[in-house]
């Protein structure tokens, strides 16, 4: 099949599941066609079938803000002619499945029907999609999708609530690549360039916005490193990330955190971390806590959006309230109070991640696109 992938092509989630999924689907024989305005993050390798189409938008002085969606539609149409493009899978209602649905329509003029399947990852929905301007255009997109999934079941229910839906949503979690993990293989002698052998090293990976309350990540390692030697790796780039380093100044531990900026190396950071911090406000999946279960990294999470989908309490780490740095530090440092315990945490993470192997996931979207088929053929048989 040949399926064309628009994503984010940033270090966000959406953008590497939508990344990795068209870069597994390649391996499995399908031509991917990646449209974005850069070539996504997590694309290593452009092969003979994986082809990245970069959307170019013009400015115009006409404009304040020059007009994406009109931008990607455009090219969504020229791409389909070209390549013969079967189905349109967009990560995100808006402005991903608006701007599908408008080619789409334009492409029905020539005769051509795409199936399009939107994918809902979150901010989409709880944040931006909510609000009263775009309320309607989502409600919309959704709705004209010919089928819809979500990351978790936190999403779904939010979605329902939130929107007029009129067609199913499925529920496909965001996924891992267990193999990759697997294959990396990493030396003390990195670990010691990172942190003292009796240090605890602690993570946390994020865009540094303010729904990741990353002053709390600082408050609770605070309250750690009271307790026992330890270091704080902090991985991502955002608005938070300079109010965080002045708190680590005040707190007089920034001899004690590492803000370590994007990086591609977070399987590296990963593998050698003891727990991974996530109190997020709002999580509708929480991809960060899965890849550091997948290295074998504890959790310890707020209990928000699909994060308890993903982070067993008392399994693979705990949850806690949101803001409870309190209960938070406790339970961080039950985990971290012996290497028994520790290590027993670290196993239960590893086993817990296995569910959410790409090899389990992938095969769930590739049977939703022949329903996409399925479903634009009724709909086009019917008008």
Wanted: glycine share 6%.
């Amino acid at each position: 099949m040949k399926i064309a992938i628009v994503c984010y092509p940033t270090f966000g989630g959406s953008g590497v599941v939508a990344t990795e999924l068209g870069t597994e689907l390649a391996k499995r024989g399908h031509e991917i066609h990646f449209i974005t305005y850069k070539q996504p993050v997590r694309l290593e390798l452009l092969a003979n079938k994986i082809h990245f189409h970069e959307v170019n938008v013009p400015e115009y002085p006409l404009f304040k803000y020059q007009p994406y969606e009109l931008a990607l539609s455009s090219k969504l149409v020229d791409m389909v002619k070209l390549y013969g493009i079967e189905l349109l899978h967009v990560h995100y209602a808006i402005p991903h499945a608006y701007a599908g649905y408008m080619a789409k329509k334009m492409l029905e003029e020539e005769g051509i029907f795409l199936p399009m399947v939107t994918t809902l990852h979150g901010t989409d929905i709880t944040l931006v999609g909510n609000h009263p301007f775009y309320k309607p255009a989502v409600t919309f997109s959704i709705n004209k999708s010919d089928v819809v999934t979500s990351v978790s079941q936190s999403l779904k229910d939010d979605t329902l609530r939130l929107f007029d839906v009129k067609i199913p949503i499925d529920v496909v979690p965001n996924f891992i690549d267990l193999q990759k993990h697997q294959k990396n293989a990493y030396t003390d002698c990195q670990r010691d360039m990172m942190a003292d052998k009796d240090e605890i090293i602690v993570t946390h990976v994020s865009n540094f916005r303010k729904v990741k309350r990353i002053m709390d990540v600082i408050h609770i390692f605070n309250k750690i490193q009271k307790k026992m030697p330890s270091k704080l790796m902090m991985v991502g780039e955002g608005p938070e990330k300079e109010p965080a380093e002045k708190l680590c100044q005040e707190l007089g531990i920034e001899d004690k955190v590492v803000f370590l900026g994007n990086s591609d190396e977070v399987d590296k950071i990963l593998c050698f971390s003891d727990l991974f911090l996530l109190p997020s406000e709002k999580e509708s999946f929480g991809l960060a806590a899965l890849e550091a279960m997948s290295c074998g990294v504890p959790v310890i999470s707020s209990n928000t959006g699909g994060l308890s989908e993903v982070n067993i309490d008392g399994v693979s780490g705990y949850l806690s309230n949101v803001g409870d740095i309190e209960d938070m530090t406790k339970k961080a440092l039950y985990i971290l109070k012996d290497k028994n315990t520790l290590n027993q945490f670290k196993s239960n993470a590893k086993a817990a991640a296995v569910k959410f192997d790409l090899h389990n996931i992938v095969p769930v979207y590739e049977k939703l696109y022949f329903q996409a088929l399925e479903n634009s053929l009724t709909k086009n048989l019917t008008k």
